[in-house]
């Protein structure tokens, strides 16, 4: 049951053909209306979409394009196969920092506590300078942000990066080794962070409090910004979704069926991931910008993002404001 629900996170373990992903929003289309193909990663968009009712009497055409992660997301945004992207804020600098082409159009913000390490319970770490000599399994890629929050905590506890020995691995093959009591200690996020911790789990440290940035970003191709009527869509868009994003902080327990409806998630799951959700699409400010510099700056200096971002030379601020 555990594997099951861990899966349905990845709701699609590879790219699926738009044919087969991209079902139409609720808004009704025409042949001379506009497409956007919105990027997403384990239907959280488009479940908050649905169960708030975003779309309707939008005057485009919306398809989903599924993804397992980030990375496979921003590859299709190059590639043309999706306009928009969605993603926490090292996924995007590592995608700006690997030539994709787009900008940052929209700030995402939540309190940071989707992301976490969580150890064994036999582990015999019991604080964040235990981890000192260990090995910590990072969710899933280089570069993830439960990457940074190992980092970032490491720093603050007065430890090197090279004083743990990381090994990156998929969040299910992770979850798996983890129940097993293969890995004694996990930066992860999410659904799998939520099913480690009710295998008996002990969360270690999550990013709450500052220790990540909170910050995720909606991006979009440069393809589409030139596009000047992708771009008015895209613009009604990440209105309505700021909408969407602000009724799931006031209806958490409709969200939270929501997910268990559409994602397969059990009951308690459900409700931690609504409570950890982005609440929030923000202009990308000063501040905004700031912040996630810092979080490029860290990981450029360990080595992991390289070469480095200028955050605020990537964004596009003209959509939302």
Not at 88 to 116: C, I, M, T, W, Y
Not at 144 to 158: C, D, H, K, P, T
Not at 201 to 221: M, P, T, W
């Amino acid at each position: 049951m555990i594997r099951r629900l861990a899966a349905a996170a990845l709701s699609v373990t590879a790219l699926l053909a738009l044919t087969a992903c991209g079902a139409d929003s609720s808004a009704q289309a025409s042949s001379k209306e506009v497409t956007l193909t919105i990027g997403d990663q384990a239907r959280t968009l488009q479940t908050i979409v649905a169960a708030s009712d975003a779309l309707k009497g939008a005057k485009y055409k919306v398809k989903w394009a599924e993804f397992e992660g980030a990375a496979p997301l921003y590859q299709a945004v190059q590639a043309g196969a999706a306009d928009t992207a969605y993603s926490a804020d090292l996924p995007a600098l590592q995608a700006l920092s690997g030539g994709v082409e787009f900008k940052n159009v929209a700030a995402l913000k939540n309190d940071g506590r989707h992301v976490g390490i969580i150890v064994g319970k036999d582990s015999g770490i019991d604080s964040v300078k235990d981890l000192k000599g260990q090995k910590v399994v990072v969710s899933s890629a280089k570069g993830s942000i439960s990457e940074y929050l190992l980092a970032n905590v490491l720093r603050q506890n007065g430890l090197d990066y090279p004083d743990v020995r990381v090994q990156y691995l998929l969040p299910t093959d992770a979850q798996a080794a983890f129940a097993s009591g293969k890995i004694k200690a996990w930066a992860t996020f999410g659904v799998y962070q939520a099913v480690g911790l009710e295998q008996g789990g002990k969360l270690l440290v999550d990013g709450a409090g500052g220790r990540v940035s909170g910050y995720g970003f909606i991006g979009a191709s440069d393809k589409v910004l030139a596009d000047s009527s992708k771009k008015a869509a895209l613009a009604d868009f990440l209105k309505r979704l700021g909408t969407a994003l602000k009724w799931t902080t006031t209806h958490q327990d409709a969200y939270a069926e929501a997910i268990e409806q559409r994602n397969g998630a059990d009951a308690s799951v459900a409700k931690t991931l609504a409570s950890a959700a982005y609440g929030e699409a923000l202009p990308i400010t000063a501040d905004v910008n700031r912040t996630v510099q810092g979080v490029a700056d860290l990981m450029n200096g360990i080595g992991v993002l390289e070469p480095n971002v200028d955050v605020a030379e990537s964004a596009d601020t003209s959509l939302l404001k």
